[in-house]
């Protein structure tokens, strides 16, 4: 049964400061990873989806690794804001159905 | 395009009651999934739906039940509702290929439901 941790639970940094997300999953044979942010009592916004062939993807300040083998996948946010805080939120698909998550890292960027 | 759009927003039920919601899917896909996510936990996923035939079910009970219909649409209904499936609803559309839900998944907003 596919589980996934997220660390840590919650991260407060002020702004400017570059920072990493830890994500890792037990069963490796998976076909991508996501990587979305959800802001307080909202729905999901997908930031990052990174095929099992790659191993990272880039979309502005965000930088996703995925190391299939060690079953883990990093997100790097560089020169943080305040408007990134919100909670930030990895899932691997099982069975070809359902997406898995973490509980989140609640992130949290100081002005 | 047109995002996933779900409604309604909030929606405050007793227990013992029944509710449905609903959801529309981004313009051009063809599967549906549900997830319930508590305070502070992360989504589970209650089912997901694929050209209108259940496509793979979570751990959730049968009086969760659900539809999607011809225009890919979806339907989640809880009946007997429990002080515990309070929670936020959340749907996702993805196009899926043969493999089923290898591809990016979409959310909607999101319905809060509180059950008293």
């Known amino acids: 049964k596919q589980e996934v941790t997220q660390i840590p639970a919650a991260l407060s940094v002020p702004e400017g400061e570059n920072l990493v997300l830890n994500c890792s999953f037990t069963?490796?044979?998976?076909?991508?990873l996501q990587w979305f942010r959800q802001d307080p009592g909202k729905g999901l916004t997908s930031l990052l989806l990174i095929q099992s062939s790659q191993r990272e993807q880039t979309s502005g300040r965000l930088n996703a690794s995925l190391d299939k083998s060690s079953g883990r996948s990093t997100l790097y946010i560089a020169a943080s804001q305040p408007g990134d805080s919100a909670t930030y939120l990895c899932?691997?698909?099982?069975?070809?159905?359902?997406?898995?998550f973490g509980k989140g890292t609640t992130l949290s960027v100081s002005s | 395009e047109t995002g996933v759009t779900q409604s309604p927003t909030h929606l405050i039920k007793t227990r013992g009651q029944q509710v449905t919601l609903r959801c529309s899917s981004q313009?051009?896909?063809?599967?549906v999934s549900w997830y319930q996510q508590a305070l502070g936990q992360g989504p589970q996923f209650i089912f997901q739906y694929y050209r209108e035939e259940e496509n793979g079910r979570g751990n959730f009970p049968p009086r969760f039940s659900g539809l999607q219909f011809p225009n890919y649409s979806s339907e989640l209904n809880v009946n007997a509702l429990e002080l515990d499936d309070s929670a936020l609803y959340l749907c996702a559309s993805s196009l899926a290929g043969a493999r089923g839900t290898d591809n990016e998944q979409f959310f909607g907003p999101g319905t809060r439901l509180t059950v008293l």
């Open positions: 899932a691997v698909p099982q069975a070809g159905t359902a997406l898995i």
């Open positions: 069963d490796s044979a998976i076909y991508n």
């Open positions: 313009s051009g896909h063809n599967t």
